[in-house]
């Protein structure tokens, strides 16, 4: 393997090829990700996340994230195949609007079943009521020794599915004052915020976000993140960053992506991926 991929960009996109927009087949999705396992930004990808009930269907040796809702979850992790090695579990634990507490108490019982095994547990909870009690019962989580994290949604098919540039800076900030690591999914298509012109819905940058979790981990408050997420030039975001690349992530483990290739092509534009890789 190169030495391509920088600390700070390692295991940074998990695939997420098998889910909308990309939705791509399961028997053609795993041989592409082992193909990118074995190229040359490996070092950059992380498992391929397959949604529960799915699992049986993986005839090949793969590492997976298990996606699905908690009940669909527990069957799956009841008989995993022994060709599969499971990294992470990532469940959802409410609907927008509802209470995710009931739902945290239930997926951390699954949680507690398994705590021997190696595995990290994303608890997804709605950017909406309830949020910060819902940290709060992670952080506890975490306190008692559980791999538990926080999993947010950033986009999807509707407006109110984007958080705002404040909503996110204050996620954030809420989750580095709780040493709690968090992953995000959907939205996350481009390095840089941007309209898309299809749909005329505005999405995140990665590099947005990386940039801001590294202002955060500096002592950054919500008004500074909010600004750097806001942000649609590249120039400052990737000055921000490339002095950074040597360092571990800190705080944000990074984002699932249905194209392993966009993030890797606007990385590589950007210079922070060389176009030339080490042999």
């Not at 005329?200 to 590294?214: D, K, R, S, W, Y």
Request: aromatic share 4%.
């Amino acid at each position: 393997m190169s030495n391509a991929v920088p600390p700070l960009l390692t295991a940074l996109v998990d695939d997420a090829a098998v889910f909308p927009p990309g939705s791509m087949p399961l028997p053609d999705a795993v041989p592409a990700h082992l193909r990118h396992r074995d190229g040359p930004w490996a070092a950059m990808i992380g498992p391929l996340l397959v949604p529960a009930a799915d699992l049986p269907e993986i005839g090949a040796t793969v590492d997976v994230g298990v996606v699905g809702e908690p009940g669909a979850v527990e069957r799956a992790l009841g008989t995993i195949p022994g060709h599969l090695t499971v990294r992470q579990v990532e469940s959802p634990v409410a609907k927008r609007g509802e209470d995710p507490a009931p739902g945290i108490e239930q997926l951390a019982g699954l949680l507690r079943k398994h705590e021997q095994e190696p595995w990290v547990w994303y608890f997804e909870v709605p950017l909406a009521w309830g949020l910060m009690r819902g940290l709060d019962q992670l952080a506890r989580l975490r306190a008692e020794g559980l791999p538990a994290a926080a999993k947010f949604r950033t986009g999807g098919l509707a407006a109110e599915l984007f958080p705002t540039p404040v909503e996110l800076a204050a996620v954030i900030c809420a989750c580095r004052d709780r040493e709690l690591p968090f992953k995000l999914t959907a939205g996350l298509h481009h390095a840089v915020r941007h309209t898309d012109p299809d749909t005329g819905l505005v999405h995140h940058g990665f590099l947005n976000v990386l940039a801001a979790t590294l202002a955060a981990a500096r002592g950054g408050d919500p008004t500074e993140l909010a600004g750097i997420l806001a942000g649609t030039d590249a120039l400052p975001l990737t000055l921000a960053i490339r002095g950074q690349l040597d360092q571990p992530r800190p705080l944000w483990v990074g984002f699932g992506s249905c194209s392993v290739d966009e993030p890797v092509t606007d990385l590589t534009n950007l210079g922070l991926l060389p176009r030339k890789v080490p042999a």
